[in-house]
């Protein structure tokens, strides 16, 4: 039996695993298998109907990959997740389980550049439309809210703005309207706890700091089981309506019996199924390996990055530092409602643009220079001419990437050397 527990520190340790029953293994086995022995023919066709839960095939569901899903969904406060292929995946799948051609979806401009792409052209292409505003003013989300509207969509700490997004406010608004708010928390985890403001859904890379290694692609998308989606069954035609691919099942109806978990259950068993990018078990075996201390690491990754922060505002060189301490009026209102701490990311902008951060980069010995965040060792990158060199210029600005922009991730080396290697680099 798992340990219960309210704190971060063990459920990431203990949610969802004890020990193999059979051979009393304590790590999480890695079930490298595709398929599952039936018990008998009527097994088979009850677990294919959902009259009985059970392994079918991997492209579904894993036994490691269940660990993961159980952990996290523990440690955020949700009631189910389904692990995916990357967070890409996650971000797609979040959105496809309530939108499809003809509706819409409200997002934040304030993305990762991969996720903007998805919105602006991907999701585009499948007639879903994204319509894209600045958070700044919450109202804004009413203001392109039309009855076509199925999701709200937004990072809390946004890479690579890193001005935090109003969660609250904005779930508040989405909520009367039958309208759930999907919250990207790759950047903030366990430092933002999403569910508690409203949000509805919570969506990760686990590339970053829950694998927290650099070794493993993969995503997640964790249902906090706090929305009625049956409230306005016209705002959200998916899940009440009858699905022809399971003989007309109405899925706030047919998994009401088990809980909150409409939703979780479509992505798994319609989208999963039907669009594939399952995680793979080893992928899973690693991330949980991560996972089991990510308390510890995040930790050391916001004091690291506060003390990076507070070296570059004293740098000649540097015009602005980026990081949720140096935010001002409502944006550190915001960091200081939604955050126990400021996550492992700093921006900063060079006196001498784009040029200045190419020749930064370059001199670089300690970070690597990779496009990654959330990884043990210490990361930089040059968005506008990378990670978002696909959007145009004007929608680099909309996302907070300048020509002289420097991302970097602060990674878990001691201080002194992290910055030693920025002052050469600066002074190079
Ligand atoms: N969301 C955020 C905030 C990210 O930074 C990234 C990747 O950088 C993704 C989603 C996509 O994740 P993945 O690379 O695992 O597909």
């Keep these: 039996m798992a340990i219960k527990s309210r704190h971060p520190e063990t459920l990431a340790l203990h949610a969802g695993w004890r020990a193999d029953e059979s051979t009393g293994a304590v790590a999480v086995p890695i079930y490298q298998t595709t398929s ?20 079918i095939y991997t492209r579904i569901m894993n036994p490691t990959n269940a660990v993961l899903e159980e952990r996290l969904a523990a440690i955020e406060g949700g009631v189910g997740a389904l692990t995916v292929g990357s ?14 051609a003809g509706d819409n979806i409200v997002s934040s401009t304030d993305l990762y550049g991969g996720t903007w792409n998805l919105f602006a052209n991907t999701l585009k292409d499948q007639g879903i439309e994204v319509r894209f505003v600045d958070p700044a003013d919450p109202e804004n989300f009413r203001r392109a809210t039309d009855d076509k509207t199925r999701a709200y969509y937004a990072e809390t700490l946004p890479n690579p703005k890193l001005t935090v997004f109003p969660i609250a406010e904005v779930a508040a608004i989405g909520r009367p309207l039958g309208i759930p708010l999907i919250v990207d928390n790759t950047a903030a985890p366990l430092l ?15 590339t970053k700091y829950i ?35 399971y003989h007309g099942a109405i899925w706030t109806e047919a998994v009401k019996p088990l809980g909150p978990i409409a939703y979780i259950i479509r992505a798994r068993v319609v989208l999963l199924r039907d669009l594939g990018a399952p995680l793979a078990p080893f992928n899973a075996f690693q991330i949980i390996q991560g996972l089991e201390t990510l308390p510890l690491r995040i930790a050391q990754h916001c004091r690291n990055a506060e003390a990076v922060a507070k070296f570059l505002s004293e ?19 915001r960091a200081e409602k939604y955050l126990t701490g400021n996550g492992g990311l700093v921006g900063f902008e060079l006196a001498g643009g784009r040029e200045a951060g190419a020749k930064f980069i370059g001199a670089l010995q300690l970070f690597y220079h990779v496009a990654n ?10 968005p506008a001419s990378t990670t978002h060199s696909q959007l145009s210029a004007e929608d680099q600005i909309a996302t907070g990437v300048s020509e002289g922009y420097v991302r970097l991730s ?15 680099a600066l002074s190079a």
């Excluded at 967070?87 to 499809?100: D, E, K, T, V």
């Excluded at 706890?193 to 949000?199: I, Q, S």
């Excluded at 965040?373 to 040059?382: E, Q, V």
């Design 373 to 382: 965040i959330g990884d043990a060792r210490s990361l930089a990158i040059h």
């Design 87 to 100: 967070g890409q995946a996650a971000s797609a799948f979040s959105i496809q389980n309530l939108a499809r």
């Design 211 to 245: 694998g927290g290694h650099g070794t493993s692609i993969g995503g997640v998308i964790i249902d906090g089981g706090n929305f009625d989606w049956a409230a306005n069954p016209a705002r959200q035609p998916l899940l009440n309506t009858p699905d022809n691919s």
């Design 192 to 206: 933002a706890r999403p569910f508690d403001h409203g949000a509805a859904i919570v969506v990760y890379s686990t």
């Design 410 to 424: 602060v990674g878990l080396e001691h201080i002194e050397d992290i910055l030693e290697d920025l002052a050469q």
């Design 315 to 333: 740098r000649p060189e540097v015009t602005k530092v980026i990081h949720p301490s140096f935010a001002t009026g409502a944006a550190k209102a």
């Design 36 to 55: 599952y022995q039936f018990k008998s023919p009527e097994h088979a066709a009850n677990l294919f109907a959902l009259k009985e839960f059970g392994n």
